[in-house]
């Protein structure tokens, strides 16, 4: 239920509380019990690769890859990997034998350039990367950002055939080991690292712990039947905190299944997947602070939707003072489960959250008299395709490396089928 203040007001505030108390859960315990509940219930759909995963097949993988984490590998409690890739199903089974023994993971986006990788992996000091399949120019990308990869034996991170099979990493049998290791997991170690842009062009580490991870997901309590089965499908990549969010966790919490139309957004195949799954839910885009379902109606489907329970949104304008309903301004956001500073760093983390503990998100967006959230633009010169933020200096700073080119200036152009396009104009 949305605060009724909010439309007596006309004051662009709005807030979704929620009935439901927080979890003292890590991630891993919170997948034994949805296991108790619903084992042979789909968690996770890949409709292109015809890949369907219930959530007791899930566990048994997980379980089977943090033992060879834990014995192959070498990771323990605290240990940071990286992963990077499209969506397919490697992705959530990485993420959850990791989060099983402690171990903390940096999500990576795949257009980010040479100098941002090398510096997300030294700042968590990784210990392991891992890449998912496809797109085919993946490894080759790697390899561009990390020259002694191709050189390299087999287990070494800078391995071209030692960039380990899955399945050869694996070791069935270790149930006991693995259960041993995820005892010393607490609530407040973190589960993940997400890359974010912010306003400044520049992207920064934010770690999330298994309580913010987990509680952060919640829904309002009225939105998914536990005994019904809901289908929620994504358009953006699971490096995006959103997509984690809801459909790993969201799975865990609330027995929905994960949809995954295809490994990198296309319009058909959403649309395919959306008839043929039977979705229940779309996730437009990466904002993770509201959602649209499909009863909301068509009218609001181009919105990012409502707030998700335990947040608050206000729109407030060049002055600090919130805007009036459906005016635009720089959308704030307020929840005890939201990030709670950069990893690493004290000055930006001030820059960014008040002393009351508003997050100003740099995006520009207005509120509906209904609490529906619209974003209309970033406050800072970002180019948004396909949901993914792109940093006009670091596509500058690449492009002029080229010896034919003195001078690039990168701007964005519209795009009907992915919001906006990149252009580089040169000299």
Known sequence: MLSRMTLLR???????????????????????????????????????????VTFAEYKKRVIDLAAGFLFKLGLRRGDRIAIIGANHVEWPLITGAARAIGVGVANLLIGHTSHTFQNVMAQVSCKALFITRSPDTLYPMVCEMIPELS?????????????????????????????????KVTIDDVSYFFTTSGTTGS??????????????????????????????????????????????????????????????????????AVEAERIFMVLPKP???????????????????????????????EKGCPVEVGENGEVWIRSPTAFRGYYGDIEKTKQTITEKGWIKTGDVGKLSENGYLTIVGRI???????????????????????????????????????????CACVT
């Open 10 to 52: 006309r004051i662009s505030y709005v807030h979704a509380p929620s009935l439901k108390p927080f979890i003292g859960l890590t991630m891993h315990e919170m997948l034994e019990e949805r296991v108790k509940k619903n084992p042979d219930r789909e968690m996770l759909v890949f409709v292109s690769d015809n890949e369907r």
């Open 151 to 183: 050189e390299s034996i087999p287990g070494d991170l800078n391995s071209k055939h030692g960039m380990l099979n899955l399945d050869d990493i694996s070791i069935s049998g270790c149930e006991e080991e693995v259960a041993t290791a995820a005892k």
């Open 203 to 272: 992207p920064k580490l934010v770690p999330f712990t298994h309580f913010q991870t987990l509680n952060g997901s919640i829904f309002a309590p009225n939105q998914f039947d536990e005994k019904q089965i809901n289908k929620l499908t994504f358009i953006s990549n699971m490096a995006y905190i959103v997509t984690t969010h809801l459909s790993q966790v969201g799975s865990l919490l609330y027995g929905t299944t994960a949809v995954f139309p295809s490994p990198t957004y296309t319009f058909e195949k959403l649309v395919q």
């Open 287 to 317: 904002s993770g602070i509201s959602s649209v379902t499909v009863d909301d109606g068509p009218d609001v489907w181009n919105t990012s939707g409502r707030p998700l329970p335990n947040t608050e949104i206000q729109i407030i304008d």
């Open 380 to 422: 800072k010169d970002i180019i948004i395709r396909r949901g993914d933020n792109i940093h006009p200096s670091e596509v500058e700073s690449f492009v002029v490396t080229h010896p034919a080119v003195n001078i690039a200036q990168v701007i964005p152009i519209p795009d009907y089928r992915i919001g906006e396009d990149v």
